[in-house]
T-cell receptor
Framework: DAGVTQSPTHLIKTRGQQVTLRCSPK?????VSWYQQALGQGPQFIFQ???????QRGNFPDRFSGHQFPNYSSELNVNALLLGDSALYLC??????????????FGQGTRLTVV | GQNIDQPTEMTATEGAIVQINCTYQ??????LFWYQQHAGEAPTFLSY????GLEEKGRFSSFLSRSKGYSYLLLKELQMKDSASYLC?????????????FGSGTRLLVRP
């Protein structure tokens, strides 16, 4: 059973460019959340997708957008990249209907560097 | 506001016991999680508490007091491989979502 998979693992972009990160959730999970983790910090919640809709959003600008597909996989898009967007982007999958006692499983992350 | 506090760094000796504390203030609460994260890797689940008390899992135990907004992670018989960051996270239930609010993490260094 594959866990949460993210691609790519590393990415270098130039300031002002746009980037798309991808995530496939763990088998049986229907909810995908995205987190940004700056160096030395804990992950910060960006948003969550369930049933192909954004259900909740953290304190991130509109430059951050996402999508969930019918197979539950998800994309995170960031437009007009800033140097401060450099971070590890983590995808976490969970099951909305089994969330009692159910932990979120994290992918290995995408390390984004903006130069 | 939402706030989770944990010490930035701790050092302990191999074979010893260490306790990592976490205090939280969140608008909602439906469980507290501890994750371990080695440098450059994804967080991995260690423990979950939703009711007051102690949960034991091998060398790791976690305690929760909801009235005090307090939790701790206890690591026994420390091994060198336990050197990692330990993240305390609260599940904030709003609109039936599943949002985790993380602390900044505690970097644990285990010395021989």
């Amino acid at each position: 059973d594959a866990g949460v998979t993210q691609s790519p693992t590393h990415l270098i972009k130039t300031r002002g460019q746009q980037v798309t990160l991808r995530c496939s959730p763990k088998s049986g999970h229907d909810t995908v959340s995205w987190y940004q983790q700056a160096l030395g910090q804990g992950p910060q919640f960006i948003f969550q997708y369930y049933e192909e809709e954004e259900r909740q959003r953290g304190n991130f600008p509109d430059r951050f957008s996402g999508h969930q597909f019918p197979n539950y996989s998800s994309e995170l898009n960031v437009n007009a990249l800033l140097l401060g967007d450099s971070a590890l982007y983590l995808c976490a999958s969970s099951s909305l209907y089994h969330r009692e006692g159910g932990e979120a499983f994290f992918g290995q992350g995408t390390r984004l560097t903006v130069v | 506001g939402q706030n989770i506090d944990q010490p930035t760094e701790m050092t302990a000796t191999e074979g010893a016991i260490v306790q990592i504390n976490c205090t939280y203030q969140t608008s909602g609460f439906n469980g507290l999680f501890w994750y371990q994260q080695h440098a450059g890797e994804a967080p991995t689940f260690l423990s979950y508490n939703v009711l007051d008390g102690l949960e034991e899992k091998g060398r790791f135990s976690s305690f929760l007091s909801r009235s005090k907004g307090y939790s701790y992670l206890l690591l026994k018989e420390l091994q060198m491989k336990d050197s990692a960051s330990y993240l305390c996270a609260v599940r904030d239930e709003e609109d039936s979502s599943y949002k985790l609010i993380f602390g900044s993490g505690t970097r644990l260094l285990v010395r021989p």
